[in-house]
């Protein structure tokens, strides 16, 4: 890589209240050694607390976001950004090390073909609240993705960084993988993207990232890589907030994927790879044995004794999961953003 080539990379966030943990993202930003230029947009929805008063101190770009949902502020984030890699890195990550951005970076400049990046791993630190050293160390903010195989972060039940046959190549600090039918879920906590991919994408006022690739799949096969470094994502809360999230993800999917949008993709209901991994999933909390199973192997691998949330977490999923899906045929909505908080 020669130094001052460097490309300019537009980091996009979406913020709602999200004072918990926005100041040690913006530190670990700051302390990046990148030799090329750096902007970095808010995209806020509306938040009370001091989550604003942290951009501007460290001279952002603040935009606001009427939708208020993060797949909103993604959208608008990519229509305000001038560089020529856009960035999507969450208010609750942090880069781990100083060197982070130009890891990331590096495969671009190598190999013309790559269109995106992203890292292999939730970097698992002892010093992390439980339930974030839990998510680090099975993959993945959503269980029920283990089931399924289309994971994108190397877990420690599996050994693996997905579940899904694709064609890789080792290369010099990353791999460089071949995307062309099913898709991991590729696109958050530290996905870095071709502004060229995105213009040449139908963007609304939403950006749901893994459909985003599945679209450009669909086009042509692509490439992008999975970098060996971390990234941190903070859980900030507690089992109530684990609940709270669940809800919001699966109320969020159901309403856009199935009343707003009307989606029909390999990551709705109807594609055959996502049916059957939650028939897994339920069979699996049914019967209890695969879930200790799942327990001891990530134990053996890597002892933490978080690992006995992964059966709560599970039944947690299940029964979220029903609820909201038998609400969703009387109740068409979007999760409520009211009081919100990261």
Known sequence: MTKGNEPKISIITPTLNSSRTIKLYFEAIKMQKYNGSVEVLIIDGGSMDDTLDFAKKYNNKIFFNKLKTAESGKALGVKKSTGSICAFIDSDNILPDKDWLRKMILPFMIDSQIMATEPIKFTYRVKDHWLTRYFALIGMGDPINLFIGNYD???YITNKWT?????EENKNGYRKVKLENRIPTIGANGFLIKKEALTSYELGDYLFDVDLLETLTKRSPIFISKVDVGIVHLFSGDISTFIRKQR??????????????SKKTENSLESPFIF???????????????LIFQ???GFTRKRDVVWLFHIPACYITLFVYTYETVRSLFIKEE??????KQ
């Open 153 to 155: 972060k190397y877990s």
């Open 163 to 167: 579940n899904l046959k694709l064609k």
């Open 248 to 261: 919001r993800r699966i109320r969020d999917y159901l309403y856009h994927y199935y009343y707003k949008n």
């Open 276 to 290: 059957w991994g939650i028939v897994k999933f339920i069979a699996s909390c049914i019967s209890v044995f695969p």
């Open 295 to 297: 327990l001891f192997v």
């Open 335 to 340: 999760y409520s953003r009211v009081n919100w």
